[in-house]
């Protein structure tokens, strides 16, 4: 079965500041990979994801990811975070033909004003 | 709004005594899923439903049982709640179309269950 590594849980840092996430997946086979994000009190809710084509992902609220194959990773990066940003991010990932999403164990990140 | 709905958002239940959290949705999506996610633990799949085909994880225990009337509405049955079921309870959905692994999935909000 897969499984999803996410390093990092807590990560505090300034507004303005640059992110970067990282996302390493073990599955050799086709994958498809998904950035979820939990803002405080609300529900999970997509922020990108990639299945085939441009290896590098632009989501919404100016979040983008690069999947690397050869690395297995699908790390998220924002160039200047802002307080709303603050939020639980989660790494997520299905295989070719299956719906089942194996999540990481997410990153709680803190932005401070 | 289209939308996924989860009643109660928090639920409080004895040791062994039988609890159902429900789930609805305006998506008139195909498939509805079950997640159980434990604190500082990623949100772990309990089954799904493809339309009325239901779908059970191997490690699901089977104190976990589920329902779907309708497409609308999913249930999750815990028969006897332990202390080790603590935890939210995460309903999705997703379309089921085609590419169903690359079917982005529809949150509700969770539920909390505690148990005493």
Redesign the interface.
Known sequence: AQS?SQHN?HVILSEAASLELGCNYSYGGTV?L?W?VQYPG?????LL?Y?SGDPLVKGIKGFEAEFIKSKFSFNLRKPSVQWSDTAEY?CAV?????????????NQVVVIP | DAM?IQNPRYQVTQFGKPVTLSCSQTLNHN?M?WYQQKS??????LF?Y?DKDFNN?ADTPDNFQSRRPNTSFCFLDIRSPGLGDAAMY?C?T?R?ER????????????TRLTVL
């Open positions: 999803v849980h498809n998904f979820y609300q529900h999970l809710q997509l994801k299945f989660f299905t295989t070719y033909g299956n719906n089942r999403l194996a999540f990481g164990k997410g | 996924v498939v899923y500082s633990q990623a949100p772990k799949l799904h493809y994880e995460l999705a997703s089921g590419t169903i692994s690359t079917d982005t999935q529809y949150f509700g909000p969770g």
